[in-house]
Nanobody
Framework: VQLQASGGGLVQPGGSLRLSCAASGTIFSINDMDWYRQAPGKQRELVATITSGGRTNYADYVKGRFTISRDNAKNTVYLQMNSLKPEDTAVYYC???????????????WGKGTQVTVSS
């Protein structure tokens, strides 16, 4: 299973970006899909989670600004980021909880990350 993240870049404060992360390979089902981020010198932190049924949860520091969504038919998760701040600068990673076959156990898979830089 591979996760390919895209959509990062350089944006001015107050701007928007949309990240995408597509899972490919032998996949029977995907449970939770998440976005994490890691800023220089800091630990990786959870940004947002979405369940297979569409329930979402957000870190307090992104509530009201970021929106996580998914397309189950495409095995893809998105992160719409609005009103970006310099402190949102980080490498953003996607994570998916995947069952590779019917009755198989769930395992976590990670994308390689995409850089988001918020600067004027």
């Amino acid at each position: 299973v591979q996760l390919q993240a895209s959509g990062g870049g350089l944006v001015q404060p107050g701007g928007s970006l949309r990240l995408s992360c597509a899972a490919s390979g032998t996949i029977f089902s995907i449970n939770d899909m998440d976005w994490y981020r890691q800023a220089p010198g800091k630990q990786r932190e959870l940004v947002a989670t979405i369940t297979s049924g569409g329930r979402t949860n957000y870190a307090d520091y992104v509530k009201g600004r970021f929106t996580i969504s998914r397309d189950n038919a495409k095995n893809t998760v998105y992160l719409q980021m609005n009103s970006l701040k310099p402190e949102d600068t980080a490498v953003y990673y996607c994570n998916a909880e995947v069952a590779r076959w019917y009755g198989g156990s769930l395992a976590d898979y990670w994308g390689k990350g995409t850089q988001v830089t918020v600067s004027s």
